[in-house]
């Protein structure tokens, strides 16, 4: 079964850090696009910070120079390193990957089961 499945929340005090990370699993050919979003009570889902299989990244402006996206396609895992961690940043963070199955042969984009980030003032 392919999926993704996410790790790292949790809670802390403003100005902390969280790393985020999300592997691939199940039998697949190629992972396109990496990214996390995130979602707080009453608000749409936003995309923070998104990179191209080629290293290519994108961010919410909140999130530049605070946040930090990474890859590692041997492990099939992105990763989000968040850092001075402020209380406006609370949400839950999903994973999303543009995945290659080798039961389908067509990209499809997957989303993870999410994680809470909980920032205390």
């Known amino acids: 079964q392919v999926q993704l499945v996410e790790s790292g929340g949790g809670l802390v005090q403003a100005g902390g850090s969280l790393r985020l990370s999300c592997t691939a699993s199940?039998?697949?050919?190629?992972?396109?696009?990496m990214g996390w979003y995130r979602q707080a009570p009453g608000k749409q889902r936003e995309l923070v910070a998104a990179?191209?299989?080629?290293?290519?990244?994108t961010y919410v402006d909140s999130a530049k120079g605070r946040f930090t996206i990474s890859r590692d396609n041997a492990k099939k895992t992105v990763y989000l390193q968040m850092n001075s961690l402020k209380p406006e940043d609370t949400a839950v963070y999903y994973c999303?990957?543009?995945?290659?199955?080798?039961?389908?042969?067509?990209?499809?984009?997957?989303w993870g089961q999410g994680t809470q980030v909980t920032v205390s003032s």
């Open positions: 199940g039998d697949i050919i190629s992972i396109n696009d």
């Open positions: 990179i191209t299989a080629i290293g290519r990244i």
């Open positions: 999303n990957a543009g995945l290659l199955p080798r039961t389908t042969y067509v990209y499809t984009s997957y």
